[in-house]
């Protein structure tokens, strides 16, 4: 029965792999995709250049790859975002593609606060590692 299991684990894991690999997001389609996104996000680089114009009911995202969340000048976070940030929650692409697909679960998972409140309504279930690719190739070079 053991090796039964673990040939079975083998199997998934070697199905797994090349799904893995596929994930890897493309910047060029997230280009495309941050689109949808426009409606509330811009684009502007530190220096005031625009490199993705778009609305500002939501925050810049110029540098937001490593930002610690709720953090950036100006913008009025949630409650919830902000204690995300506080506790230690900096944007890499494992929680910004989780955060983006369902910002409300997001938040309350992170603080462990059912009553949390994200202010982003809109769920972005697909190609969220693309658009995170595009962040970072739009974002300042280190």
């Not at 792999?17 to 409606?39: R, S």
Request: glycine share 10%; net charge positive.
């Amino acid at each position: 029965m053991k090796a039964r299991t673990s040939l079975a684990a083998a199997a998934l894991l070697a199905l797994a792999t090349p799904a893995l690999a596929q994930d890897a997001g493309d910047p060029a389609k997230g280009q495309q995709i941050f689109n949808q996104c426009k409606a509330c996000h811009s684009i502007i680089g530190a220096d005031g250049t625009p490199i993705n114009k778009g609305g500002v009911i939501g925050p810049n995202l110029y540098g937001v790859v490593g930002r610690q969340a709720g953090t950036y000048p100006g913008f009025q976070y949630s409650d919830a975002m902000k204690k995300a940030g506080e506790m230690g929650l900096k944007w890499n692409e494992a929680d910004f593609t989780t955060y983006v697909a369902n910002p409300q679960q997001f938040l309350t998972d992170y603080t462990k606060d059912p009553n949390a409140h994200a202010k982003m309504s809109f769920h972005l279930t697909h190609d969220a590692a693309s658009v995170w690719a595009y962040l970072q190739s739009v974002g300042p070079k280190s």
